[in-house]
């Protein structure tokens, strides 16, 4: 079962830091090589959380595949980024002084994550992700982002992340009073664009 084997950080120490940046690995990555992606983000001054995912994985199985087959790992994730969070608030971080980035696996955890336990955090960024599960089950995802960016990023076509998927969880988010913006980058594959980068840094950290 997943669960935090470290987090990593990065950045100015999390007890002297106002604004917090917790970042999420994709399927295969590590907390370094996510941490890394900071250098090109407008974070000084931000202590960087990165969390490891046990065998550089969140959940076995595709994000579309049914929720129950990939449990108890997603719960178990779902639950490293609570205790990532309340790591923050324990160290005096308001919930408006938190920012997700995630990749891929990642982005997706973070966007379920957010889902089930919306408040008004500082801002979000997911590249190439969604919401989880064959089907969207909107039960789970309660309460109010009051207008919180998110910046949903994908490429289109995408082999694990389909774009229709994407969209709707930019309806969902919507719907829950976030601010989403959605960029979609036609045949660019599943990496990063350096434009996502320019956006996320006007869009959350300008």
């Not at 295969?28 to 407008?42: C, F, K, M, T, V």
């Not at 980035?101 to 889902?115: K, Y």
Request: with cysteine.
């Amino acid at each position: 079962m997943t669960h935090v084997s470290d987090i990593i950080t990065a950045g100015r120490a999390l007890d002297a830091a106002e604004k917090v940046l917790i970042m999420v690995h994709g399927r295969g990555g590590s907390a370094e090589d996510i941490l890394a992606l900071a250098q090109h983000l407008r974070v000084d001054g931000y202590a960087l959380l990165a969390p490891q995912a046990t065998n550089h994985t969140w959940y076995p199985l595709s994000f579309m595949a049914p929720v129950t087959d990939n449990e108890p790992w997603l719960r178990s994730a779902i639950d490293v980024l609570s205790q990532t969070v309340q790591h923050a608030v324990d160290a005096g971080v308001k919930h408006r002084d938190i920012y997700f980035f995630g990749f891929s696996q990642g982005a997706c955890l973070i966007l379920e994550f957010l889902a089930r336990h919306a408040t008004r955090y500082g801002g979000a960024a997911a590249i190439i992700g969604g919401v989880i599960g064959a089907q969207i089950d909107r039960r789970p995802y309660n309460g109010d982002f009051q207008g919180m960016p998110i910046f949903l990023g994908t490429s289109n076509p995408d082999f694990h992340v389909p774009l229709e998927r994407v969209q709707a969880t930019a309806d969902i988010l919507n719907e829950m009073h976030a601010e989403v913006t959605l960029q979609v980058y036609d045949g660019f594959g599943h990496s990063i664009h350096p434009d996502q980068i320019n956006r996320i840094n006007r869009l959350l950290f300008a």
